[in-house]
């Protein structure tokens, strides 16, 4: 048991390397992108990947987020024919989008204001995204870090590295070069992915009573992946319909830099739930509690850090034009961060298997979304956006926490903790945004939070070693 907790830490950094390493690359050649495309191509490429990320909640029914309880239920032994199994659901799914697209092509082109070309390589796109998705949650489950960071990095290399190729070849219409890039780079993945899940298969058939498994386990999270979608993505489209695609676009730019922040807590995350699972399958509450408190200050101590020096990191690499970023840019973070905090509470209720609480909170938060966007953007441009979601994600956050206490029942974490953890962290997210124009100031905050996050760390490996 003991080599078991202990994986928690080295299996969460080697998701960790991974995601950065990919957020890396975005990093490093976002200075690239920001130079080569427009502020307009970059609107457009933002309004192409909320296409993405809404073929994302169809193709597939949402059924990648059905392998950590399918662990739990059917044991490691039969994981891989499960996945078997349930990939048939993606590429189903998928034809049919394609159909329908096809068949009310002017009506998509309009609301995008992207090509049918582009759409339909959008469904290409995630067709292969999905078997891609499906195969590294196994490996999450089963233990196996490495291959899923073999993949991870793999997809983001061929990704970048097509981008520049493509961007540089072609003079005008630049955003569509960075379609092509993306779709060919799942297309690779993908391929691989679905040559290692028919391998890996014991048995080359369909098991029916696995999808239907998945499916009715996983069909209310369409609903909340859609609303999801509107409440991550609602600001930037609503900034492209209300104001211009070069202002989406330079919003879209500023969201890269929080993204760092959603990166984390998902890398973070996909460690923590196997072993969280499994801890409450073992009727072990105070080691989920014990660890959960340490990693939720933490990633608080970090994100501090993050807020601290992120003015100066958007400033060194930023075209002028982008700059002005530096304010919004923030606000979002503590959106992703607010975030960040709402998985606890979800994360008991999709062990509970209580999935349709989940859609509605975030119907609810979506809807308010739109309504905070509608007066908040005509008044404050991105700022008002920014704002619109991080509060947004608040009232999820506070739905979440009152269903795993009150309805579901059984919740373990002390309601006194979040109180404490989320104000001590708004009033440090507060005062390094005023300090914007004040480096010394922001830098001395950093330091002190840098050092808290390390001994955190220090106190939270030898708890694990300990219990």
């Known amino acids: 048991m003991g080599k078991r907790k202990i994986n928690v830490i080295s299996a969460a950094l080697i998701y960790i390397v991974g995601s950065f390493f990919t957020q890396g690359l975005r990093f490093i050649t976002l200075p690239i992108f920001s130079r080569m495309m427009s ?182 999270l369409i609903f909340h992946a859609f609303a999801a979608i509107v409440l991550g993505r609602c600001d930037q489209m609503m900034l492209l319909k209300m104001k211009s695609s070069s202002e989406s676009g330079i919003y879209s730019y500023g969201n890269n830099f929080a993204h760092i922040i959603y990166v984390l807590y998902t890398a973070c995350n996909q460690a923590f739930i196997p072993w969280y699972y499994k801890k409450l399958k073992e009727k072990k509450q105070r080691d989920a509690i014990r660890l959960s408190k340490l990693y939720m200050v933490l990633f608080s101590c970090g994100f501090l850090v993050f807020i601290c020096i992120l003015p100066e990191v958007i400033t060194f690499i930023s075209a002028e034009e982008y700059r002005n970023v530096i304010y919004t840019a923030p606000i979002l973070s503590m959106g992703f961060y607010i975030n960040f905090l709402y998985t606890f509470p979800v994360n008991y209720e999709f062990y509970q298997k209580k999935t349709k609480y989940i859609a509605m909170g975030t119907v609810l938060a979506a809807c308010l979304n739109a309504i905070f966007n509608y007066f908040l953007i005509p008044y404050y441009g991105g700022v008002g956006a920014a704002a619109a979601t991080a509060l947004s994600y608040f009232v999820l956050f506070i739905v979440h926490l009152f269903v795993a206490k009150k309805i579901i029942k059984g919740y373990e974490m002390p309601m006194y903790f979040f109180v404490m953890i989320s104000g001590v962290t708004f009033l440090g997210f507060l005062a390094g945004y005023i300090a914007i124009g004040y480096f010394i100031v922001r830098i001395i905050c950093g330091a002190i939070c840098l050092c808290g996050a390390i001994v955190t760390f220090l106190y939270m490996k030898k708890q694990i070693y300990n219990h």
């Open 39 to 220: 502020t307009s191509d970059f609107g457009l490429y933002s309004s192409y990947e909320t296409w993405i990320a809404m073929l994302t909640v169809i193709i597939g029914l949402q059924t990648t987020a059905s392998i950590a309880n399918a662990y739990v239920d059917y044991g490691p032994l039969k994981i891989r024919q499960f996945v078997y199994s349930v990939s048939l659901t993606g590429l189903i799914s998928g034809s049919i989008i394609w159909a329908i697209l096809f068949l009310f092509q002017g009506l998509f082109t309009a609301l995008f204001e992207i090509s049918f070309l582009s759409l339909s390589l959008g469904i290409i796109q995630c067709i292969f995204t999905y078997f891609f998705t499906m195969l590294i949650s196994e490996y999450r489950m089963l233990d196996l870090p490495v291959k899923y960071l073999v993949f991870s990095i793999g997809n983001s290399v061929i990704n970048v590295g097509l981008a520049i190729v493509f961007l540089y070849h072609m003079s005008s219409d630049k955003y569509t070069g960075r379609i092509y890039a993306s779709t060919l780079a799942s297309f690779v993945c993908g391929i691989a992915a679905v040559i290692i899940i028919i391998k890996s298969a014991d048995k080359k058939i369909f098991d029916r009573e696995y999808i239907k498994y998945a499916v009715k386990l996983c069909s209310p």
